[in-house]
């Protein structure tokens, strides 16, 4: 749902927030089963096997972690639930009282993909995918708002409130 305000914009998003990878939950899960049989080999078993156990727990550990930081920056940047506050060359993503601040530099572009936007750089890489919103018309008036270009008629649709 869209508000307009004094400045700008308050977009309530619609999607869905991003689901955690199930697969990384059952990873971390047989890491840990591992490291508690690690400790027990360490006990029971001759020294040779537990430092052999102890080197593939730690090996474990290496790859979850590089499969973690790779699945967050692969999140970083999708926003498709929370509340958008947008003004002219800024937007305040608000999901769930965390909020963080986006400000278009002078070589980012705003674009309109279907009913998502995606703002990219001068280097067309993509920095966001914010999508979620009730209506194409929700998408096109947060564009025009971010670009700073004044609402007309085919934003004429938009519900406005004095709230």
Not at 76 to 99: F, P, Q, Y
């Amino acid at each position: 749902m869209l508000k307009l305000t004094d400045e700008g914009a308050k977009i309530t998003l619609q999607g869905q927030p991003p689901a955690g990878d199930n697969g990384m939950f059952w990873f971390g899960s047989a890491l840990l089963v591992g490291a508690v049989a690690v400790a027990m080999a360490m006990s029971i078993l001759p020294e040779r096997l537990a430092i052999g156990a102890l080197a593939l727990l730690i090996v474990g550990s290496f790859i979850f972690n590089n499969k973690r930081q790779q699945h967050k920056k692969a999140m970083s940047g999708k926003i498709s639930s929370g509340i958008l506050w947008v003004r002219t060359g800024e937007l305040v993503h608000d999901n769930h009282g965390k909020r963080e601040s986006i400000k278009l530099t002078d070589g980012d572009k705003v674009t309109l993909v279907g009913s998502k936007l995606q703002i990219i750089d001068a280097d067309n890489v993509r920095k966001y995918d914010i999508s979620g919103f009730e209506t194409l018309q929700e998408a096109q008036a947060t564009k025009a708002i971010l670009v700073g270009q004044t609402l007309n008629k085919r934003h004429a649709n938009i519900k406005m409130n004095s709230n």
